[in-house]
């Protein structure tokens, strides 16, 4: 019973279904019909008549063949090439912008009709992509300007505090000497020191984020570069129980870059891997050349990774995993790196650790090599 009502479901479906030809088909057809009926003609010319009768027979024939010829030329025309013109004219207005070109054969139920509804789809697709795209362009385009007033906003206030707060450091060193050395005020004027020194770390992050200076770049070794971030890191973390181990490149070639900025990107990675680092743990650094024309440097930590959810949003402005952060560092890192047509790329392995990698490119290196 199943079986039954299955098969005249199937029957129903293929019964309403239209007639499929392809445009091969459609030209043979009128094609075989003629040169049927010229082989009929032919063959009874050959077998029953004579004379005169059998030379209009075959003149009937000959004409007859010059009628298929005529009939295919026609077919070609009608069902395949003026589909082709069409569909190359309405190719030719979409890549001048014109989504709104369509064909008129997609209603067709062979070869060239699928052609024409997949153009179809297609171009609707691109429609919609497009309106989409505009729309996030619009997006952009006004968040780029509230962005921009609040970097203006941003840097005005800046400078308004770092007046102030310059103020305030020179007064609390003045204080500071006035102090007696076994006063216990003097641990509260040095955790005031801390606070004043980090607030002025914020201000000039917020303002070299607000109105960021293009590199000068020059040519330098970039492993002395390193070496120099290293040991300011180093200085950061002599309270912990950190081991630090760095690995030069001793072949790699100096390039251009701005060695003070480049310092800054390594410094906020190592810091960053420091402070990340809860008791004992390592803080690897290794410089080497990766392919033809790139430089990197990795800094590798122990501490306990990256949350999979944070790792897409670190290098935004103000976003930070860390309590008293910011959320400046690793924004401004990566624009620096940028700025230099390189990348930064970050792997986590949660419960083992974090690491970074600063990619740039050799240009001047590459270019000194092709003048020698």
């Known amino acids: 019973m199943a079986t039954a009502t299955l098969t005249s479901v199937g029957k129903n479906a293929s019964s309403q279904r239209p007639l499929r030809l392809t445009w091969q088909l459609k030209i043979m057809l009128p094609v075989a019909a003629a040169l049927f009926n010229g082989l009929l003609l032919f063959v009874i010319a050959t077998l029953s008549l004579a004379g005169p009768e059998r030379h209009t027979v075959l003149l009937m024939a000959a004409v007859g063949a010059i009628i298929v010829c005529a009939v295919m030329v026609v077919s070609l025309a009608l069902i395949v090439r003026r589909p082709m013109l ?12 014109d989504l709104q070109a369509t064909v008129s054969f997609a209603d067709r139920h062979d ?8 153009f179809n789809t297609m171009v609707a697709q691109l429609r919609e992509s497009r309106q989409e795209i505009e ?9 780029a300007e509230h ?4 970097g203006e906003l941003a840097a005005g206030l800046a400078h308004e505090i770092r007046n102030p707060l310059a103020g305030i450091a020179g007064v609390m060193d003045i204080v500071a000497r006035d102090v007696p050395a076994t006063s216990p005020a003097r641990d509260v004027l040095k955790d005031v020191q801390d606070e004043v020194l980090r607030i002025n770390r914020i201000v000039t992050d917020l303002l070299e984020t607000a109105r960021p200076k293009a ?11 390193v070496e120099h971030a290293l040991m300011f890191a180093k200085e950061q973390a002599k309270s912990k129980p950190i081991h630090f181990d760095f690995t030069k490149c001793p072949d790699l070639p100096a390039f251009e870059h701005d060695p003070a900025q480049i310092h800054q990107v390594l410094l906020n990675l190592m810091l960053n891997a420091i402070q990340a680092i809860d008791g004992p743990g390592a803080v690897s650094v290794t410089v080497e050349q990766r392919g033809t024309g790139i430089a990197a440097v990795e800094v590798r930590d122990t501490g306990p990774g990256i949350m999979p959810e944070a790792l897409g949003n670190i290098f935004r402005p103000f976003f930070t995993t860390k309590g008293h952060g910011t959320g400046l560092g690793l924004s401004l890192a990566k624009r620096i790196v940028e700025d230099h047509g390189g990348n930064i790329e970050v792997a986590s392995f949660p419960g083992q650790g974090c690491s970074f990698s600063v990619l740039l490119p050799m240009r001047a290196a590459q270019n000194a090599a092709e003048a020698r």
Do not use: F
Request: glycine fraction near 6%.
């Open 86 to 97: 069409e569909l190359e004219h309405s190719i030719e207005r979409v890549s001048e912008g």
């Open 111 to 118: 070869d060239i009709g699928d052609l024409g509804r997949n």
């Open 135 to 143: 729309r996030l362009h619009a997006t952009q385009m006004s968040r």
């Open 147 to 150: 962005l921009a007033t609040l």
């Open 215 to 225: 590199p000068q770049m020059q040519l330098a070794d970039l492993n002395a570069t």
